[in-house]
Nanobody
Framework: QVQLVESGGGLVHAGGSLRLSCAVS????????IAWFRQAPGKEREDVAC????????SYRESVEGRFTISADKDKNTVYLQMNSLKPEDTAVYYC??????????????????WGQGTQVTVSS
């Protein structure tokens, strides 16, 4: 059974940092691409960052480029999202998702794999 469990969310002032973790069990990271998505109240879910564990390539939405970094620790089967210089508009529930098809999850932003339960990130101004 594949499970993704997010942690690390919380309340932070604008300009602060948080590191989100996505612990993956039931499948080796080598076989997947992992993405972070977020959904703010009243808004549609949007992609944030994506990483192909197999070749290490990553991609980001423009609004977080240079502030967020996605990384993976294969030994811990965990993917991280380091978020720096946080802004109030980054406030959302953040979800990680896994899919064996990199193009589908990282380019099409469609997931036919697995989702975590989400973790709340709140950035105060």
């Amino acid at each position: 059974q594949v499970q993704l469990v997010e942690s690390g969310g919380g309340l932070v002032h604008a300009g602060g940092s948080l590191r989100l973790s996505c612990a993956v069990s039931g499948v080796r990271l080598d076989y997947t691409a992992i993405a972070w998505f977020r959904q703010a109240p009243g808004k549609e879910r949007e992609d944030v960052a994506c990483i192909d564990i197999r070749d290490g390539t990553s991609s980001y939405r423009e609004s977080v480029e240079g502030r967020f970094t996605i990384s993976a620790d294969k030994d811990k089967n965990t993917v991280y999202l380091q978020m720096n210089s946080l802004k109030p508009e980054d406030t959302a529930v953040y979800y990680c998702a896994a899919d064996a098809n990199k193009f589908r999850i990282c380019v099409l932003n469609t997931v036919e794999g697995y989702w975590g339960q989400g973790t709340q990130v709140t950035v105060s101004s």
